[in-house]
């Protein structure tokens, strides 16, 4: 599976802070502030940016936490160890055939969550771009801070440290999910929910109240390869979503769901011309034209089974 492109489904989010967000460069400072932004040479200047690991962190630390408060067994413990409850799923794998690939029995036996995010021993089908910015970078600000002596409560002398921050600009990125199944893109959509309302926040220091973000989804792109179960996804103002284990045959050896698709309003869609022919459809929806009422219940029916 991990071979072929059946379908993919790309999400083109805008960022923005809505407080003070600080995503630490993780190099040692000789001289200047103790904590420093991450930065990257681009447009012929240093700019900060948001890597696209902090954000898929981002991104599964709180898909886990969504899968745990409905079935505390939808997620595997990435700190776990085998013999445990939930232990992580990279070391349910025997040791003695870590070399011996047997993808759909592999993935069968993973959590949900490493179903999407991967593992130690498995890929992950979702794949972040880093968030660049858009326009004039954001002024960087300088703040102090200390550390709390945890006798006293109070500050503790001589741990005064100094930290970089910005509170505003606007960031672009792009999430690409690759042979998704549609209780995935259900998990995505509560996700990107939470986005939106500011519930979920990024970088170092957020109990301090650091990192709050506010995300706006600018568009959702739908890519499938012409297959004989996906002929058309727009007909008349009608559409319909294809899992993958609706266009793949041997879907069941993966412990996939085979009755993968769902009919949903296209007003709003638009398709894109591919120089490719027939052999690629692509379709694009605004955030509000998905069915997500649709996938969310794919979603808990998944999430109830594991």
């Known amino acids: 599976m991990f071979k072929r492109l059946l379908n993919e489904c790309s999400i083109d989010l805008t960022l923005t802070p809505q407080g003070a967000v600080l995503i630490k460069s993780g190099m040692p400072q000789i001289i200047g502030v103790d904590m420093a932004w991450v930065r990257v040479i681009r447009n ?39 013999g445990k409850e939930k232990p992580f799923c990279g070391e349910t794998i025997p040791k003695n055939r870590r070399t011996d690939i047997r993808t759909p029995e592999d993935y069968k036996q993973s959590c949900l969550i490493c179903r999407i995010f991967g593992n130690t021993y498995m890929m992950g089908r979702l794949a972040t771009e880093d968030a660049y910015v858009e326009g004039e970078p954001p002024v960087v600000q300088q ?58 926040r990024l970088g170092s220091g957020k109990s301090r109240g650091l990192g709050k973000i506010k995300a706006e989804v600018s568009a959702i792109t739908l890519r499938y390869t012409k297959t004989k179960n996906a002929e058309k996804i727009l007909q008349n103002h009608a559409g319909k979503l294809w899992g993958v284990g609706e266009l793949f045959e041997e879907a069941a050896k993966y412990g996939m769901e085979t009755d993968d698709v769902i009919a949903f309003n296209a007003t709003n869609a638009t398709t894109e011309p591919s120089p490719f022919g027939a052999l690629r459809q692509t379709v694009t929806l605004p955030f509000e034209a998905m069915p997500w009422e649709n996938l969310a219940a794919k979603w808990v029916e998944k999430m109830k089974k594991s």
């Open 44 to 82: 012929g200047r240093q700019e900060v940016y948001l890597p696209g690991s902090s954000l898929k962190g981002m991104l599964r630390a709180h898909s886990e936490r969504i899968a745990r408060t409905i079935n505390e067994n939808a997620a595997c413990n990435p700190f776990g160890k085998s």
């Open 143 to 200: 703040r102090d801070g200390v550390g709390i002596d945890r006798f006293t409560g109070g500050a503790s002398r001589g741990a005064k440290f100094e930290l970089e921050v910005i509170t505003g600009g606007t960031f672009k990125t792009t999430l690409h999910l690759q042979n998704f199944e549609l209780w995935q893109l259900g998990l995505l959509g509560f996700v990107l929910q939470d986005l939106r309302d500011s519930l979920v």
